[in-house]
């Protein structure tokens, strides 16, 4: 009979491995690690509510509606606050921004201001959270462009190129945390009996054979030619041969986990179902450039089906784009149909 390990060959905290990374970085004033080590708490704090959700008064909506005209959930609003508090005061950041929050949330006048830019979708995969489904938050670092005191609009503005570091939690199962400072993907899963993040999936690679597709097919009938097409190629038209699974949860960071561990593509594409949504429906700075950020370090590739999401410049803080994310592949594939069914 296989013997269960307790715990892994190597026990590895989070805190310890983002310090030996940083190692490598002589200059290094581990602001940075800080700042890393506050969203690992903050995923605890968030996570101590997730996995005990039926039990404590965070289920269901507040009633309020926020800047994307969606109705914001208890989690929503519990993660915000959570996220917000532990960074306002550390004199590590020049300002931050949320999906949840109409302007730049700026650092409370009575604390220092810092070098990092921290942006965040809190709480993502709202739906689902009544519902016990595994929903996330992403995050997003960058350094400041402006000079020093309140950081301003165009520190929020950086194309995820700049990024220094990006990642996400995951509450599911397990609660993961996973990110990337441009040295690779790490994951770490919470042990909840010691409260500890431990190393349990170093340098994550996107598997060169995908298996799964990941898509909300209720609204193909608002697709484009091509995307339609892309999509039948998917499901086995092809002389290829290849013919890969569908799985969608309605969680992207879900969605988005389960392929960067088994290889395949999530995307959410432009759709004329809804006429003020033209570009879809997810966020460029919160959701689509961190993601693409771990894609391309994972050795997969992000686009907005017809160029890499890294490379687009944000005009807004709430401006959405469409998603295409995964193998490079496929993704390329469905830039391929883009171009050639679709106009402009
Ligand atoms: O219900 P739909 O249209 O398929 O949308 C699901 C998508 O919307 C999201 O829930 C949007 O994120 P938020 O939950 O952070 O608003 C994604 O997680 C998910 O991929
Ligand atoms: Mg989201
Ligand atoms: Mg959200």
């Not at 996973?178 to 994951?187: D, E, K, R």
């Not at 996107?206 to 209720?218: C, D, L, M, T």
């Not at 999530?266 to 460029?284: E, Q």
Request: hydrophobic letters at 35%.
């Amino acid at each position: 009979m296989t013997e269960l390990r307790e715990f892994p060959n190597q026990i590895t905290t989070i805190e310890r491995f983002i310090l030996d990374q940083q190692r490598g970085f002589p200059d290094a004033t581990g602001t940075l690690t800080n700042l890393l080590y506050d969203l690992a708490l903050a995923a605890k704090i968030i996570a101590s509510r997730t996995t005990r959700a039926g039990l404590v008064d965070i289920l269901g909506s507040t009633g309020e509606q926020n800047v994307q005209g969606e109705e914001v959930q208890k989690l929503d609003r519990f993660a915000e606050r959570t996220i917000f508090r532990l960074n306002d005061h550390t004199g590590r950041l020049a300002v931050m921004a949320s999906e949840e929050e109409a302007d730049i949330i700026p650092i409370p006048e009575r604390f220092k201001t810092g070098k990092y830019v921290l942006l965040y979708d809190p709480l993502d995969g709202s739906s689902n959270i009544d519902f016990n489904v595994s929903v996330g938050t992403i995050f997003a670092i960058y350094r400041r462009k402006s000079q020093e005191g309140p950081g301003t609009l165009e520190d929020c503005l950086q194309k995820g190129r700049d990024l220094v570091a990006a990642g996400y939690i995951i509450y599911g199962s397990s609660t993961m945390m996973v990110y990337s400072t441009g040295q690779g993907v790490h994951g770490f899963t919470l042990d909840p009996s010691i409260g500890e993040f431990l190393l349990s999936h170093p340098n994550i690679r996107i598997p060169a054979r995908p298996k799964y597709y990941s898509v909300n097919q209720g609204y193909e009938r608002y697709w484009s030619e091509g995307v339609r097409r892309f999509t039948r190629w998917l499901q086995g038209e092809n002389e290829e041969g290849k013919e890969l699974s569908l799985r969608y949860i309605g969680s992207l960071v879900a969605d988005f986990h389960r392929n960067l561990l088994t290889g395949g593509i999530f995307y959410y594409p432009a759709d004329s179902k809804d006429p003020d949504k033209p570009h879809g429906k997810l966020r460029l700075l919160y959701e689509a450039a961190p993601l693409a950020f771990l894609a391309e370090q994972a050795g997969g590739y992000a686009s907005d089906g017809h160029r890499p999401i890294l490379d687009i410049q944000p005009q807004g803080l709430h401006q959405r784009t469409p998603l295409f994310i995964g193998n490079r592949s496929l993704v390329e594939k469905a830039e391929y149909f883009i171009r050639t069914y679709d106009q402009g």
